[in-house]
């Protein structure tokens, strides 16, 4: 493309008033607006500008898919386990391996209460001063020690209280 051609189309693009026109003059053809529709890059489908996310990075500032597409790709990509661990890495600094090998240590059940957990229900309890894993909890354990601050003390008081208490 010499200077002349550059000239040409940089005029047809600054001269552009509609995305429609814009595109025209830069978009491959499978990336043209017709009619105010777009293809989806997945779903090879027509539909209406309304149904592509905005995004101001790409030449014609739509997203390649339709948004029902690009929802099923997130969550593909971005599934509740991979978020998990992503989470226990991100938190504890605990790897997947290391995680199921503690679930495994502990026969898949709460360190407290020894209710059967699945790995999914499972929650890591730690020190929260020292950030130091102690193990892995059912909800109930996981909140009843963070109601009580881990406090050994006041945990050690509401034992006995209970005991005082056993037939009232």
Avoid at 1 to 13: F, S
Avoid at 41 to 50: A, G, I, M, V
Avoid at 59 to 83: M, T
Avoid at 147 to 166: C, H, M, R, S, T
Wanted: charged letters at 25%; aromatic letters at 8%.
């Amino acid at each position: 493309m010499d200077g002349r051609e550059t000239v040409a189309v940089c005029d047809a693009i600054c001269s552009s008033q509609t995305l429609e026109d814009y595109s025209s003059a830069v978009m491959p053809a499978a990336r043209k607006i017709h009619d105010g529709q777009v293809r989806c890059c997945s779903c090879q489908t027509w539909k209406p500008l309304d149904a592509f996310y905005k995004n101001a990075k790409k030449r014609n500032g739509i997203e390649g898919y339709c948004k029902s597409c690009s929802i099923r790709r997130v969550k593909q990509r971005y599934s509740l386990d991979k978020a998990r661990a992503w989470g226990r890495q991100r938190l504890y600094g605990m790897c997947e391996n290391d995680y199921l090998q503690l679930y495994q240590k502990q026969h898949g059940c709460c360190a407290i209460c020894r209710q059967s957990l699945t790995v999914r229900r499972a929650h890591i309890d730690h020190n929260h001063t020292t950030g130091k894993i102690r193990g892995i909890l059912c909800a109930s354990c996981n909140f009843g020690l963070g109601f009580f601050n881990d406090a050994p003390d006041l945990l050690g008081q509401a034992i006995i209280y209970l005991k005082e208490n056993v037939g009232s």
